[in-house]
């Protein structure tokens, strides 16, 4: 195939994935959320053996839209608050899409240098717009459970070197190293724990909503010894409840531990001032982490680690090769993240906070939580509802009568599939919890989902 053949092919082949994605996008404000069928109805729509022959760029992408169809989930939906997953701002999804056509592998400063300087402008942008320390390191990261384990790896690291050990030795050769969290601390945060070592945290209680015990932090530092990490929470995923941040970073570095921030979705309430008060102490961490792709609406996947000791990052997380070009005084892209090999994550985020602007940020922040008060609200409206939660930030909790109400009404909602909003168990109780995450969750949307979930306790006889 020659260069004009090639050219041509690629762009036939966007051509039609530009008209499939059309096609999706505009589908998203009236399909029911619901996939139409599983795994195995979309295995049966699929070639199960390779074939021999290759087909053409353009029928590959005709073929799998058709078999995809039927098995995707509209979570781009502004009705579907399941599993803390936002939307996709335009800029963001257009600027992901050039960087596919770019084809930058985005480790190394000198060699790839437009992704890496857009990168490095988005790095300043989100420690202004958060309220952290100017000179941090700023990694980008799969998504939020990544970004956990580069702080707590680099964490790891900087507690044993105080404690005068060499990380390079392994956590084998390494004492002990305490790590503690709340009661609710989050499913990433321990995944994060366990692959760097560390395993699952020791808990030390928490209130009705999920923050941390203070009091019970500080026992258990004071009762042992030796290096420690403390995970705190920036929204529970429950409750939406952020940690006493100023008690309990105090109470931690003052027992010499290092503090990390698991803040997926709530770490963007620091960007606004209506819900600053939320994450107040938060600066004085040392360790911080959130996920893109929830609060901000950037596409999949791009979590973000921060840490405000650069140094302690590029050293735990750093790569040395004689072939590798390394720059001077300045970290590469893969000095702050645990791959060599990636997509320029960050380019999204320039577009998104570009696009945006403080202003829209704020804005986008504040809306996600007004839609929540608005859910509440309709939601207490309903005979035989309750909002178990207090909601401070963008989650609800929902329960019938008992728990078989409960989860009757949320197998009723995803069925319809006007919403799609996910079944958990929260403070004993079956819940359906709602999570509000997308930029396009307005006033309509909030109607839409009450008007459903009102009509599912009617079908279901709740509060009859």
Not at 152 to 158: H, I, P
Request: glycine fraction near 12%; aromatic fraction near 6%; charged fraction near 20%.
């Amino acid at each position: 195939m020659n260069e004009g053949g090639t050219q041509e092919q690629h762009r036939e082949a966007l051509e039609h994935a530009h008209r499939h994605a059309l096609a999706w996008l505009d589908s998203l404000a009236d399909r029911a959320i619901r996939p139409e069928t599983d795994a195995d109805g979309v295995l049966a729509r699929l070639e199960r053996a390779l074939p021999d022959r290759g087909a053409a760029p353009a029928a590959v992408v005709d073929e799998l839209a058709a078999a995809a169809a039927p098995g995707l989930i509209a979570l781009g939906s502004p009705r579907f608050y399941g599993l803390v997953i936002g939307g996709t701002y335009p800029a963001a999804m257009a600027v992901d899409w050039l960087l596919s056509a770019w084809d930058q592998n985005s480790g190394a400063r000198q060699l790839t240098p437009a992704t890496a300087a857009v990168e490095e402008v988005a790095a300043a942008w989100l420690l202004d717009l958060l309220g952290l320390p100017a000179r941090s390191g700023v990694g980008f990261v799969t998504g939020g459970t990544m970004a956990n384990f580069a702080c707590l790896v680099t964490g790891r690291d900087a507690v044993l070197r105080r404690a005068g050990v060499d990380p390079a030795a392994g956590v084998g050769q390494a004492p002990p190293i305490r790590f503690l969290a709340g009661d609710a601390v989050h499913t990433s945060m321990v995944l994060a724990g366990r692959l760097a070592g560390l395993g699952a945290p020791r808990t030390v209680g928490a209130d009705d909503q999920g923050r941390i015990d203070v009091g019970g932090l500080e026992r258990a530092l004071r009762d042992g010894t030796g290096p420690a990490l403390v995970a705190l929470q920036a929204g529970d995923v429950h409750s939406g409840a952020f940690d006493d941040f100023e008690a309990a970073v105090d109470v931690a570095h003052r027992a010499g531990a290092w503090v990390h921030v698991d803040g997926a979705f709530g770490l963007w309430a620091a960007a606004s001032p209506r819900f600053r008060h939320l994450v107040r102490g938060l600066a004085g961490a040392d360790s911080w982490a959130t996920d893109a792709h929830k609060t901000l609406n950037v596409p999949y996947d791009c979590g973000v680690a921060v840490v405000g000791d650069e140094a302690a990052m590029t050293a735990a997380l750093g790569a040395h090769a004689a072939y590798l070009p390394e720059m001077t005084g300045v970290a590469d892209p893969y000095d702050l993240v645990p791959e060599m090999s990636r997509r320029a994550r960050g380019v999204p985020v320039w577009a998104a906070l570009r696009s945006l602007g403080r202003e829209g940020v704020i804005g986008l922040i504040d809306g996600l939580a007004d839609a929540a008060a608005g859910l509440a609200a309709g939601f207490r409206g309903i005979p035989g509802l309750e909002v178990r939660n207090d909601v401070v930030f963008t989650q609800v909790c929902l329960t019938a009568r008992d728990d078989a109400e409960t989860a009757a009404l949320g197998e009723w909602l995803r069925a319809e599939g006007t919403i799609w909003a996910s079944s958990s168990t929260w403070q004993g109780r079956t819940v359906v919890r709602f999570a509000v995450s997308n930029r396009g969750t307005d006033e309509e949307a909030v109607r839409r989902t009450v008007d459903a979930v009102a009509r599912g306790a009617a079908a279901l006889g709740i509060g009859a």
